[in-house]
Nanobody
Framework: QVQLVESGGGLVQAGGSLRVSCLAS????????LGWFRQAPGKEREFVAA????????EYADSVKGRFTISRDNAKNTVYLQKNSLKPEDTAVYYC??????????????WGQGTQVTVSS
């Protein structure tokens, strides 16, 4: 079992930056791939970014590529999502997730509760 707790959400103006973090409970954190997803009001949850275990390969949704960066610190059991050049359409609840698969955009075993990010125009 892995417990995930997101933090760092908040209100930011368009064009600004924000970093959200996700702390995992499990000491075998380094063997999990981590993902970030988001869900805007009235919309389905969508993939944002993922980072693998091992070689730290990263993947991004086209909508955030070049603006968002996913990273991880295994010593701190934490995965980060740095968001730059934020747009109002980035407003959503952001969730982190963990999987034992090497890399995935869809299949995750554990989920956090989410953190709200609001981008004002």
């Amino acid at each position: 079992q892995v417990q995930l707790v997101e933090s760092g959400g908040g209100l930011v103006q368009a064009g600004g930056s924000l970093r959200v973090s996700c702390l995992a409970s499990r000491r075998t954190f380094s063997t999990y791939s981590l993902g970030w997803f988001r869900q805007a009001p009235g919309k389905e949850r969508e993939f944002v970014a993922a980072i693998s275990w091992g070689n730290y390969r990263a993947e991004y949704a086209d909508s955030v590529k070049g603006r968002f960066t996913i990273s991880r610190d295994n010593a701190k059991n934490t995965v980060y999502l740095q968001k730059n050049s934020l747009k109002p359409e980035d407003t959503a609840v952001y969730y982190c997730a963990a999987t034992t698969a090497f890399m995935s955009r869809t299949s995750y075993d554990y989920w956090g509760q989410g953190t709200q990010v609001t981008v004002s125009s």
